[in-house]
C-alpha cells in the first residue's frame, strides 16, 4: 500500500490542477542528470539506484572520478523530511489566509500526512525572506477570505492561458501613497474578464513572436542581477516534474507568496488604432511589411508593482541566450494604452533560476532627436 496514488481533488482560493499524488514518489530534481558532480566537478556521472526516505524515493548518481555517491539538491531540500512540494503548498496556503489548523488538514488532505502546526511555522519562519505577503496578509484577510483572495479566468485565445489576480493586492495598491498612481493598473486587471476583446487573439501578431526590427538598441542597456525572482524560481523550479508545467508552479506560488506579484498571465492586445498611433509617434513599424495581421496580442507572464515602478517579467529557462527585448517591449506599449501608464514607470526583465535581465523600455526606441535627425 506504500506506493499506492491516493487521488483527490484540492482546491485553495484559485484552481488546482486535479492530480495524482503518490504517497511515495520519485523527486523531479533528482531524475534529472546533474552537469557535474559537486565534489570534485567532473562531468563522469552516472545513476547508481535510488533511496527511499520517510515520504519520498530519491534518484542516486555516482561520480567515476571520485567514486563518491550523491544526490543532487538545492541548500533547501538537503536534509529534509518532507518533499519541498508539500512545504510550498504549506506555505501558499497559509499565505492566501487559512489559518495554521486549516493549512494541517488541507495539507493532510493532499498528501495523506498529518503536519504540526510548530512544523508549518517553522516552514513560515524559514522562508520567509522570500514570502513577503506575510507581512501583509493580516490585511488580505480582512479584505477577502481565502477561498475568494485569488480570481482565476480560463482564457480560451489559441491555446488555453489561466489568467489570476490577487484581489487583496490590488485593493492595497489603491491604499498604498507610493502607487497608488497605478490604480489604473488595477482597474485593467479587474475589467480583463468583461474587456479582454477574444476575437482579436485569433488572427494576431503574437507579441512572442515579434522580431527587434523596430527597436532602436543604440541607448538601451540590460542590467544583469540576482534578486527574488531568481531565488524564488531556483526554489520552486526543482520541484516540477514536468517543463511544461514550470511556468504554472511558479506563477502560482510567487502570485499567493510575494507581495509585489498582482497577476499572472495578463492578455494584452494592440488594435489596429494602437499599432497606428505608436508607429506615427515613434517613427517605427510594429507590424511587418506584407503581414495580415491587424493586431498584436500576448499574455504577460508576470506584472508586479514595486520601488516606485511596473514591472514587466517574462520567465525564459536559459535567460542567459535568450533576449525577448521585442517581445516587452510589446506589453510594456500595450499597457500604456490599456492601463493609462506612462512607458516612463515600466521596466521590463526576463529571468530564470540563475540570471534576471532588466531594462527601461523608454530606451529601446528611437529618440526624438534621433528622429528628428533622420
Known amino acids: 500500500m506504500l506506493g499506492r496514488p491516493l487521488l483527490v481533488k484540492y482546491s485553495i482560493g484559485y484552481d488546482f490542477l486535479c492530480m495524482t499524488i503518490p504517497r511515495v514518489a520519485r523527486v523531479p530534481h533528482t ?3 546533474p552537469e557535474r558532480c559537486p565534489h570534485c566537478g567532473s562531468t563522469a556521472i552516472t ?27 538545492p541548500s533547501p531540500l538537503r536534509n529534509k523530511t518532507y518533499p519541498l ?78 489568467f489570476e489576480y490577487h484581489r487583496p493586492k490590488l485593493a492595497l495598491l489603491r491604499e498604498n501613497r507610493e502607487h497608488r498612481r497605478f490604480a489604473g493598473v488595477a482597474d485593467f486587471l479587474e475589467r480583463v474578464p468583461l474587456d479582454c476583446p477574444h476575437d482579436l ?3 494576431s501578431e503574437r507579441a512572442s513572436q515579434k522580431a527587434a526590427s523596430f527597436l532602436d538598441t543604440r541607448h538601451l542597456i540590460i542590467i544583469e542581477k540576482e534578486n527574488a525572482a531568481t531565488r524564488m524560481a531556483g526554489l520552486v523550479i526543482p520541484t516540477v516534474g514536468d517543463n511544461r508545467l514550470r511556468h504554472e ?47 498584436i496580442t500576448g499574455h504577460i507572464d508576470f ?28 506589453y510594456a506599449l500595450a499597457l500604456t494604452r490599456l492601463a493609462g501608464l506612462r512607458l516612463f514607470d515600466i521596466k521590463c526583465a526576463w529571468f530564470d533560476q540563475e540570471e534576471y535581465c532588466e ?16
Open 249 to 295: 508552479a511558479l506563477q502560482r506560488f510567487m502570485l499567493a507568496n510575494d507581495s509585489t506579484t498582482l497577476a499572472v498571465e495578463v492578455p494584452i492586445w494592440l488594435a489596429p488604432a494602437d499599432i497606428a498611433a505608436f508607429e506615427a509617434e515613434h517613427g517605427i513599424k510594429l507590424l511587418p511589411e506584407g503581414s495580415r495581421a491587424e493586431a
Open 359 to 374: 531594462f527601461f523600455p523608454r530606451t529601446a526606441l528611437p529618440h526624438r532627436h534621433d528622429k528628428a535627425a533622420a
Open 303 to 330: 506584472l508586479q508593482v514595486r520601488n516606485g515602478a511596473v514591472h514587466i517579467l517574462d520567465y525564459k529557462p536559459g535567460a542567459r541566450g535568450d533576449k525577448p527585448i521585442a517581445q516587452l517591449m510589446i
Open 85 to 162: 512540494k508539500l512545504v510550498l503548498d504549506a506555505i501558499t496556503t497559509y499565505d492566501l489566509g487559512f489559518t495554521l489548523d486549516k493549512t494541517t488538514e488541507r495539507i493532510k488532505s493532499r498528501y495523506g500526512h498529518q503536519i504540526a502546526r510548530s512544523t508549518i511555522a517553522a516552514w513560515l519562519a524559514e522562508h520567509r525572506a522570500l514570502t513577503t505577503y506575510a507581512r501583509l496578509r493580516a490585511e488580505g484577510r480582512r479584505l477577502y477570505p481565502p477561498t475568494q483572495a485569488i480570481r482565476s479566468l480560463k482564457l480560451y485565445q489559441r491555446q488555453i492561458y489561466k
Open 31 to 33: 531524475e534529472k542528470r
Open 201 to 203: 487573439f485569433r488572427g
Open 47 to 73: 545513476r547508481k539506484g535510488t533511496r527511499r526516505k520517510k515520504i519520498e524515493i530519491v534518484q542516486l548518481w555516482r561520480c567515476a572520478s571520485c567514486k563518491r555517491v550523491f544526490t543532487p539538491a
